[in-house]
């Protein structure tokens, strides 16, 4: 079965930086569009960021614009998030999802892995 | 900024049809997708280009996309439909409408 498993989560100070990764198994990572999905407790969800097959195209959400980086390692299949200059808006589960091959659908979604900023 | 709008809940008595509209400007115009995420979960795909859907979701999810509305309708609705349930469509980027909780009453 397809897989996308997120870590990297946790506890964090205003201001200080967290890396989530996102590992995909069973299928042909290389081949497949991915983003960043967030969801703050009890709230909606909100897209952070996606990453083509080949870094060709990124993009961010205007709320982390300057302070996120996402990127990849096709050959490990794995998706990375780095995040810095956190704030207590940044408070959220992130999901990694996979965008369908035929464009405009996520169609796998982690587990997701919380992120909590706090002081 | 593109938006889509939801209302908050819809409630539905088991056994008969809950719509859930999603609007936005033009939305007809767009693909709209939509999700369902159950308390601890992560968000599944449901629907996709506004009617469409994915192996092993059941026949009585159903969508469409017309206008200013997309409508996610399930048909017999049943307890374990209830969840929250996002449409979603693409302007720049992806975007999401702010989710409807379903209860099944």
């Known amino acids: 079965e397809v897989h996308l498993v997120e870590s990297g989560g946790g506890l964090v100070q205003p201001g200080r930086s967290l890396r989530l990764s996102c590992t995909a198994s069973r299928f042909r990572f290389d081949d497949y569009v991915m983003h960043w999905v967030r969801q703050a407790p009890g709230k909606g969800l909100e897209w952070v960021s996606v990453?083509?097959?080949?870094?060709?195209?990124?993009a961010y959400a205007d709320s982390v614009k300057g302070r996120f980086t996402i990127s990849r390692d096709n050959a490990k299949n794995s998706l990375y998030l780095q995040m810095n200059n956190l704030t207590t808006e940044d408070t959220a589960f992130y999901y990694c999802?996979?965008?369908?091959?035929?464009?405009?659908?996520?169609?796998?979604w982690g587990q997701g892995t919380l992120v909590t900023v706090s002081s | 900024s593109y938006d889509l709008t939801q209302p908050p809940s819809v409630s539905v008595t088991p056994g008969q049809t809950a719509s859930i509209p999603c609007f936005g400007d033009k939305v007809g115009e767009k693909y709209v997708s939509w999700y369902q995420q159950k308390p601890g979960r992560s968000p599944v795909l449901i629907i996709h280009?506004?009617?469409k859907r994915p192996s092993g979701i059941p026949e009585r999810f159903s969508g469409s996309n017309s206008g200013n509305t997309a409508t996610l309708t399930i048909s017999g609705a049943q307890a374990l439909d209830e969840a929250d349930y996002y449409c979603q469509a693409w302007d720049t980027t992806a975007v999401f409408g702010g989710g409807t909780k379903l209860t099944v009453l």
């Open positions: 999802a996979r965008e369908a091959r035929s464009g405009a659908v996520f169609d796998l």
């Open positions: 280009q506004d009617d």
């Open positions: 990453i083509s097959w080949n870094y060709g195209s990124i």
